[in-house]
């Protein structure tokens, strides 16, 4: 089975703090995403990365930024953690199929509380 | 711009019902299709991937079908179980950034609770 994992269940930071959210994936899979859940607002994507050191924005990048030094280990980043960063955190992984199709596997997530 | 929606956004069914939900997106072409279940609190959970060559996905008492054409896939859920009860979120793969990775669309989910 494949296994996505994040490093925290529950995190409660201060504001401005330096916070790191890291997930890590046991598959070898090439995709990596890090998603935050908000009542109301779905899940939006802040960055994905689609192979070591490379990555992309997501549709909410403002405020992070992510780092991919090995294949199964990508990192989130809040430089100064703001309360309006309060969020359910989730990582994601995807995994290419015969034929280009391709599906994602999630880790339990973390719920950041900024105070 | 690609849109999922789920309606409705809340159901409540007594025990043994069979039901059906439904995802709608706005943009036929797309590639796979996959749903998932989340219990609170908790990660998303794979349920079903139908994928680009497919109409249809079973697993179980989960039956999932996908129309490109018309823009809808339907989630299937035979004899329901209090255990059943749960979000289900759709989500569809339209695009294809410019790294060549596929983008995921999620719906907002149906919150499905299931009494005994």
């Known amino acids: 089975d494949v296994k996505v994992t994040q490093s925290s269940r529950y995190l409660v930071k201060r504001t401005g703090e330096k916070v790191f959210l890291e997930c890590v994936q046991d598959?070898?899979?090439?995709?990596m995403f890090w998603y935050r859940q908000d009542p109301g607002l779905g899940l939006r994507l802040i960055y994905f990365?689609?192979?070591?050191?490379?990555?992309e924005k997501g549709d909410i990048p403002e405020g992070y930024s992510v780092s991919r030094e090995k294949k199964e280990r990508f990192s989130l980043i809040l430089e100064s953690a703001s309360t309006n960063q309060t969020s359910m955190y989730l990582c994601?992984?995807?995994?290419?199929?015969?034929?280009?199709?391709?599906?994602?596997?999630f880790g339990p997530g973390t719920r950041l509380t900024v105070t | 711009k690609q849109e999922v929606t789920q309606i409705p956004a809340a159901l409540s069914v007594p025990e043994g019902e069979n039901l059906v939900l439904n995802c709608s997106f706005t943009?036929?072409?797309?590639?796979?299709l996959q749903w998932f279940r989340q219990d609170p609190g908790k990660g998303l959970t794979s349920l079903l991937l139908i994928q680009s060559s497919q109409r249809e996905q079973t697993s179980g008492r989960l039956n999932a079908s996908l129309d490109k054409s018309s823009g809808r896939s339907t989630l299937y859920i035979a004899a329901s179980q209090p255990g059943d009860s749960a979000t289900y979120l759709c989500?569809?793969?339209?695009?294809?950034?410019?790294?060549?990775?596929?983008?995921?669309?999620f719906g907002t989910g149906t919150r499905l609770k299931v009494l005994a």
């Open positions: 943009d036929s072409a797309i590639y796979n």
């Open positions: 598959m070898d899979h090439e995709n």
């Open positions: 994601a992984s995807s995994l290419e199929l015969a034929g280009g199709d391709y599906e994602q596997y």
């Open positions: 989500a569809v793969i339209p695009l294809m950034t410019t790294s060549g990775t596929y983008k995921y669309i």
């Open positions: 990365s689609y192979d070591v050191k490379m990555k």
